[in-house]
């Protein structure tokens, strides 16, 4: 058993207790980096309580040897998207996708599209470009997850709206 997935079977009972998911466990060189999800809104107490009971845990059961830095913190609005378990919670959402060197025809290791479907082997992009390599239907390419090297949500801005807003010139216009 690996150290992540040592450290995951330890803290998900604990946050699961606080209504908390366990989106993601990584250890990148020496920080222990723990993301916690829920539905709804996730606030700094949350994340405080978790991180109290996530280090207490680690300190009892030892599961990392040498110095660490634990990072317990929230997936953010543009999600990395490692698992099955990621895409499938990403339907319906902007992705950007980087393929493996070789998984794909060309230079076309980049794409960019929605979330359609995701299953244990693979997940189905709408890219909107009909007639690639893979396609289930116009527009769609279904990618196996060893072919992608990196996945993210993007989270789309928009204009934010003027002062006074739409309503505001609504009920202007409606006076006239």
């Known amino acids: 058993m690996t150290v992540v997935e040592r450290v995951r ?3 998900e009972p604990l946050l699961s207790a606080r209504d908390l998911d366990l989106y993601d466990v990584e250890l990148a060189g020496p920080v222990l980096r723990v993301v916690v999800d829920r539905p709804g809104p996730l606030d700094l107490d949350a994340l405080g309580e978790a991180t109290r009971a996530v280090s207490r845990a680690l300190d009892e059961a030892d599961p990392i040897a040498g110095a660490y830095t634990l990072e317990v913190t929230s997936p953010g609005l543009e999600r ?12 319906g ?3 950007k996708i980087k393929l493996r060197a070789g998984a794909a025809e060309g230079d076309e ?3 960019a599209g929605v979330v359609a479907a995701a299953d244990a082997e693979a997940v189905t992009v709408r890219t909107g470009d009909a007639g690639d390599t893979g396609d289930t239907g116009a527009g769609e390419r279904r990618l196996a997850y060893d072919d992608i090297e990196r996945a993210r949500t993007v989270f789309a ?11 505001s ?3 202007r216009d409606h006076r006239s």
């Open 9 to 11: 079977e330890l803290v």
């Open 80 to 91: 990395t998207l490692r698992t099955p378990a990621h895409f499938e919670r990403a339907v």
């Open 93 to 95: 959402e902007q992705v």
């Open 109 to 111: 290791r980049r794409l």
């Open 157 to 167: 801005w928009g204009p934010s709206e003027r002062p006074g807003g739409r309503r």
């Open 169 to 171: 010139r609504e009920k």
